[in-house]
């Protein structure tokens, strides 16, 4: 699947810190959305991004986390001064278009994000 | 709330067992279902979808899914698994404009 591409795949840092992690969407795509997967826990939508807008963020925390789809680059989930309950797995998709209701969404492998 | 929930966390078969993980929804209205697969170390995949029509639907590999109105559920299927289908399992539905996930179904098929 030379589809979508996450970086890093894994990803330590210490309380306070601050994560940086990127998805770079399907060649075409325009629209992503990023996930969550606590230990044990299923995914967890956080938010879904166009291009340069932010379409829903009803799943992301109020504080601490931020994310971005610029126009040109990939997309970038932000959490500032990390706390252990960050850690976890961390899923970008994307899609050509507002294709939820097809199922394409195009997942990539996801960034583990381990806070010491 | 909508929601989507997988009540098998982790299941164990023996090759050539016949499979069945349970996937029930919580809303009504227009339902679009979907089962995803997650091997060891890749990306998620879509096994299969409903929208509507035909409540047994086929996936890729052998699965199947039955969408039982009645009891608001969508429970994957497969009449004879091989190890190769070890995975992690998830049963989705849409929820205005995105996908809400169950936890996940560990499988594990031994040899």
């Known amino acids: 699947n030379a589809g979508v591409m996450q970086n890093p795949r894994h990803l330590v840092r210490r309380r306070g810190q601050e994560a940086r992690l990127r998805c770079s969407p399907m060649?075409?795509?325009?629209?992503v959305y990023w996930y969550r997967q606590l230990p044990e826990e299923g995914l967890k939508f956080m938010v879904y991004l166009q291009k340069e807008n932010i379409i829903d963020e009803s799943g992301m925390p109020k504080e601490r986390f931020s994310a971005e789809f610029p126009k040109e680059g990939p997309s970038i989930l932000r959490i500032q001064q990390v706390v252990r309950g960050d850690s976890a797995a961390y899923f970008c998709a994307s899609s050509p278009r507002d294709d939820v209701y097809t199922g394409e969404l195009f997942f990539g492998e996801g960034s583990r994000l381990t806070v010491l | 709330a909508q929601s989507v929930s997988q009540h098998n966390h982790h299941v164990i078969l023996s090759e050539a067992a016949s499979l069945e993980l349970g996937c029930n929804y919580s809303y009504g209205g227009t339902v679009n279902l979907f089962w995803y697969v997650q091997y060891p170390g890749q990306h998620l995949q879509l096994l299969l979808k409903y929208f509507s029509g035909d409540p047994l639907v086929k996936g890729i590999k052998g699965f199947e899914a039955e969408f039982i109105k009645s009891k608001f559920s969508f429970n994957l299927r497969k009449p004879s698994v091989q190890w190769s289908d070890t995975a992690e399992y998830f049963c989705?539905?849409?929820?205005?404009?995105?996908?809400?996930f169950g936890q996940g179904t560990e499988l594990s098929v031994k040899p």
């Open positions: 060649k075409g795509h325009s629209h």
């Open positions: 989705a539905g849409n929820q205005g404009g995105k996908l809400i």
